[in-house]
């Protein structure tokens, strides 16, 4: 057998392990998850498995061809073996990952918080650099950060706390299913976010942000991931 062939037969088994991957970890949780990710996580499935992907498929090559063997179902069983390595221990979801050990080979970029003056930042706001997109696509490959987010619904803000529970009471009378409420001040702002409804994920959020800015006295309304601390 040639070394070319060898080389391509390894290839298409690193490929096949990343496949059995992606159908065996992560196909069921984006397709189940597609309407709650963002497009920034969608991004991130992408980044991963476009970046890891070519990696596997060498490392099924060159096990491939270091080997000795002539038997092409066994140079396949081979290639296959040694990405399949890392691609188990990457399935599953992981917690706790604060990327610092990527910040090692990946410095962090953050683009320049342009936030509300309520200290909870808006969905649409949110950019990232090129490698914190490259950090964030590995760490997902790698099962981080793979469950969609929720969101706070936010629709005013007032420096003072009366204020702002007068006007979630107005809303209250206007519309009581929307449940709107004051939320706590962040440690780095001076502002009470006027909140409606509970924390939710992002296909439900989008509808309760739709449904406040049918009220009268809503005039703008915003998703947040939280607060800034």
Not at 133 to 161: A, E, H, L, M, N
Request: glycine letters at 10%.
């Amino acid at each position: 057998m040639g070394t070319l062939e060898k080389i391509f037969i390894g290839a298409l088994g690193g490929f096949s392990a990343v496949l059995v991957k992606f159908l065996g970890q992560d196909f069921d949780n984006v397709v189940s998850n597609a309407a709650n990710f963002t497009s920034e996580q969608l991004l991130s499935y992408q980044i991963g498995y476009g970046i890891l992907t070519p990696i596997l498929m060498f490392l099924g090559a060159f096990v491939a061809w270091v080997s000795d063997e002539e038997k092409r179902i066994k140079i396949v069983a081979l290639a296959i073996a040694a990405p399949a390595m890392v691609t188990t221990w990457s399935g599953g979801a992981k917690s706790g990952f604060s990327g610092a050990s990527l910040n090692l080979f990946f410095p962090a970029a953050y683009a320049e918080d342009i936030g509300t003056k309520t200290g909870y930042v808006k969905l649409e706001a949110t950019q990232k650099g090129t490698f914190e997109k490259i950090k964030d696509g590995i760490g997902t490959f790698f099962g981080y950060d793979k469950q969609p987010d929720k969101y706070w619904v936010i629709v005013g803000s007032y420096q003072d706390r009366q204020e702002a529970q007068n006007f979630a009471d107005a809303i209250n009378t206007e519309d009581d299913s929307l449940n709107a409420y004051v939320g706590f001040k962040g440690s780095t702002n001076e502002y009470y976010p006027v909140i409606v409804g509970q924390y939710s994920l992002l296909s439900e959020a989008k509808v309760l942000k739709e449904k406040a800015l049918k009220t009268d006295l809503i005039e703008d309304a915003y998703l947040s991931i939280g607060t800034k601390e």
